[in-house]
């Protein structure tokens, strides 16, 4: 059984390819959304509000914690490791690799939010793997509540998108990373943007595909196929941004309290 946390509903992307990459399997999804947005809270928090999310669904049998959340994964991840005895797989990893398989001219661009940005992460784990990789990061924080809105292909939000892709253009980068769950929904205005000169990672994929490899993968796929949700608030919107993020809606949702 696999645990997904995010901040809010993003993380049904990642949820979404999981369900196409693998065989039928019961996924747990928490989402805070009575908290929401986990990008303009303190290190403090995020660490405080993913360690209890963690304990949520690690009570409720799940053999593998997935960090859907890229703030949780930049802020967190190392605290919540030393915290809980559970296999815990983040999206900056899986991201990093990808986007690192993909360039041609070692100039990536990452965005994400204010916190996923402003914490570095990002930077690091690329000079991790390759010290000669130039990153371009830039926080885009208008993108999360356009996408929650339901604005996909709305003027607006290609406006914006062109004001923050700008400067990326500038510096002629060949790979985008989406840095924050919700942004493969916009994979389509962003490839237009960048006239699909610009290789564009999908963050939720290459976290999906990284599961399928994992070593605890044999001893949780044989699990009957069933998705539950768990979310700290269900917004009057629910069943329109499930549809969007997710294109289905989920065999069971549940409202519940978090006790941090």
Same mark, same amino acid.
């Given at each position: ?130 010290? @000669?990789? +130039?990153? &371009? !990061? /830039?926080?885009?924080?208008? #993108?999360? =509540? ?90 009057? @919107?629910? +069943?329109? &941004? !499930? /549809?969007?993020?997710?294109? #289905?809606? =989920? ?10």
């Amino acid at each position: 059984m696999i645990g997904v946390f995010d901040s809010g509903l993003g993380g049904l992307t990642v949820v979404k390819e999981i369900k196409r990459l693998m065989p039928p399997i019961k996924i747990l999804y928490f989402g805070d959304t009575a908290r929401l947005p986990y990008g303009e809270k303190s290190e403090e928090i995020i660490k405080k509000y993913t360690l209890a999310a963690c304990n949520f669904l690690k009570k409720r049998k799940a053999k593998v914690i997935i960090l859907a959340c890229h703030s949780a994964s930049s802020v967190a991840l190392n605290y919540v490791r030393s915290k809980i005895s559970l296999p815990i797989i983040d999206v900056i990893q899986a991201g990093v690799k990808a986007a690192l398989e993909k360039t041609k001219t070692k100039r990536i661009g990452v965005i994400g939010t204010r916190a996923t940005i402003r914490s570095g992460t990002y930077e690091r784990v690329f000079k991790n793997y390759d010290k @000669e990789v +130039e990153i &371009i !990061a /830039r926080a885009t924080p208008l #993108l999360v =509540p356009l996408v929650e809105e339901g604005w996909i292909n709305h003027y607006i939000t290609k406006e914006v998108l062109k004001i923050y892709l700008q400067p990326f253009k500038e510096e002629k980068i060949d790979t985008l990373l989406l840095g924050c769950t919700h942004y493969p929904l916009l994979k389509k205005l962003i490839k237009e943007i960048f006239q699909n000169k610009v290789t564009i990672v999908d963050s939720s994929e290459a976290l999906a595909k990284s599961i399928i490899n994992f070593s605890s993968y044999k001893k949780i796929k044989k699990r009957k196929e069933e998705l539950i949700i768990y979310l700290t608030d269900i917004p009057p @919107e629910f +069943e329109k &941004i !499930a /549809r969007n993020f997710l294109g #289905l809606l =989920p065999d069971k949702i549940m409202r519940v309290s978090l006790r941090e």
